[in-house]
């Protein structure tokens, strides 16, 4: 069964603690990213990550960074939430990087810092 | 940069009538566009993709034909259903490695009996 799992699936945060948000997938895909769905905002891309190791910030990186040390998990860390990065967070990932590529996604993180 | 627009954040209409989602983006790539269902608390799913100019494309009763011409790639079905209440987002993929996708906005379907 080809899945992207998030966990956990809601999270409430005190402004200033520490977030870890995890995904895993089960289909050996290369490349995971990680994107935050505001309204009115659409699907931002925060990180990408084409490999262990080997990842790239995306169009909105600041406050955010990640961790890849097994092809199949993909963490996003908040360090000191602030109260702007309430949002739902989505995992996804691909077989590989190119163009035609399907994304697929996890259903999502809803982060609320307060 | 790349980008998308999609004019229409919310599309309400009853069962049975057509409806039409646009979609137009701007890259200096030869891209591939994608459209991507999400419905309420569930993941986003691809409905659709298409790089090749002016071929139809079609799943699940929705279609598009991509347009290089005119940058468009809108999305189409002749007759909604309940069941197609959703967000629809168009998202481009530039034809080089690795850029992540580039989502427009998203339209709101909402159907009605």
């Known amino acids: 069964d080809m899945k992207v799992t998030q966990m956990p699936r809601y999270l409430i945060k005190r402004m200033g603690e520490n977030v870890l948000l995890e995904c895993g997938q089960d289909?050996?895909?290369?490349?995971m990213y990680w994107y935050r769905q505001d309204p009115g905002l659409g699907l931002q891309l925060i990180y990408i990550s084409y490999d262990v190791d080997s990842n790239s910030e995306g169009d909105i990186p600041k406050g955010y960074r990640v961790s890849r040390k097994k092809r199949e998990h993909f963490s996003l860390i908040l360090d000191s939430a602030k109260t702007n990065q309430t949002s739902v967070y989505f995992c996804?990932?691909?077989?590989?990087?190119?163009?035609?590529?399907?994304?697929?996604f996890g259903k999502g993180t809803r982060l609320t810092v307060v | 940069g790349d980008s998308v627009t999609q004019t229409e954040g919310l599309v309400t209409l009853t069962k049975g009538l057509p409806v039409m989602l646009n979609c137009t983006y701007q890259t200096t790539y030869s891209p591939f566009l994608f459209w991507y269902v999400q419905h309420l608390n569930e993941a986003p799913k691809l409905l659709l993709k298409?790089?090749?100019?002016?071929k139809r494309t079609e799943h699940q009763g929705f279609y598009a034909t991509l347009h290089k011409s005119s940058s468009s790639f809108h999305l189409q079905k002749s007759s909604v259903q309940l069941s197609d209440s959703a967000l629809y987002f168009c998202?481009?993929?530039?034809?080089?490695?690795?850029?992540?996708?580039?989502f427009g906005l998203g339209t709101r379907v909402s159907v009605f009996p």
């Open positions: 298409s790089s090749t100019d002016n």
């Open positions: 289909m050996s895909h290369e490349t």
């Open positions: 998202a481009l993929s530039p034809n080089n490695y690795a850029q992540g996708l580039t």
């Open positions: 996804a990932s691909s077989f590989s990087g190119t163009s035609n590529t399907e994304v697929f």
